[in-house]
């Protein structure tokens, strides 16, 4: 079973509406207060009217993202890692003590996991190395061409040569940067939820069964719509999602 979950539970990064609707905004507000260094006091906590979580300040209220963009005026790009570690330490935060054989078995999982994503490191690194060493090569060849060409037409190549080379290794370091962030591992508690909610998602009763233990009472727990939250039985169909508090939607 292990084994073939593997590909299932990968760490990746989340989409921005998880990011948004499932993080909490008490920890988002003390990694504001860490990093950028803002007042907690001057914030509080609400929902909007879509139900998703909002933080107020004076007369405003904004989303998870627009706290970072609007209010405190940050990229995307880093209020989406801040965004992740804070999802991150949501489903983290106060786990109570693991079922034993999961548990067992998630270690072994997450131990073969950290071996594989080595591997993938340690080749990206090496292709990335190649591609860098090929774009310098190929400006030296282009430019050792450009030699013979008559003035202006010579200046004119070269410098081209070098404005590519420019921009092909700025690609190469973005798309280095991205593949880092996607390759980083969850902290160990909130990994074992991510692959408890992949084996759930497969029917895996024990996992499913896991989560919700898990799982904090909170107040969409009273919600009447039929989310799956309190059936006992699970059946695989073909169309339903698990939710890292073991909530399980089935669609259409």
């Not at 006091?41 to 609400?46: H, K, T």
């Not at 790009?77 to 693991?98: F, I, N, R």
């Not at 370091?173 to 902290?187: C, Y």
């Not at 909610?197 to 996992?207: N, V």
């Amino acid at each position: 079973m292990v084994q073939t979950m593997v590909s299932e539970a990968r760490p990746m990064a989340q989409q921005p509406d998880r990011l948004k609707n499932d993080t909490s905004p008490a920890i988002v507000i003390e990694a504001a207060q860490r990093l950028y260094g803002i007042d907690p006091s001057n914030y509080a906590i609400g929902r909007g009217a879509d139900g998703g979580p909002r933080i107020l300040h004076q007369d405003k209220q904004y989303n998870l993202g627009d706290f970072f963009t609007k209010h405190l005026q940050r990229p995307w790009p880093e209020a989406q890692q801040v965004l992740q570690d804070c999802y991150q330490a949501t489903l983290s935060d106060a786990l109570p003590p693991p079922d034993r054989a999961l548990w067992r078995q998630f270690s072994q999982w997450r131990t073969d996991e950290l071996r594989r994503l080595a591997k993938e490191r340690d080749h990206r690194s090496t292709e990335f190395r190649s591609r860098v060493l090929k774009t310098r090569a190929d400006y030296k060849d282009r430019k050792q061409a450009a030699q013979s060409l008559p003035g202006l037409r010579r200046i004119t190549a070269v410098a081209t040569a070098r404005a590519e080379l420019l921009l092909a290794q700025q690609a190469i370091a973005q798309e280095r940067k991205e593949k880092r962030e996607e390759g980083r591992v969850p902290n160990r508690n909130a990994h074992y939820r991510q692959f408890l909610t992949a084996l759930a998602s497969r029917g895996d009763t024990s996992a499913l069964k896991e989560l919700r233990r898990m799982a904090q009472p909170g107040p969409e727990d009273d919600d009447p719509t039929v989310t799956g939250r309190r059936s006992q039985a699970v059946f695989p169909l073909p169309h339903y999602t698990v939710d890292p508090r073991g909530g399980v939607t089935y669609k259409l």
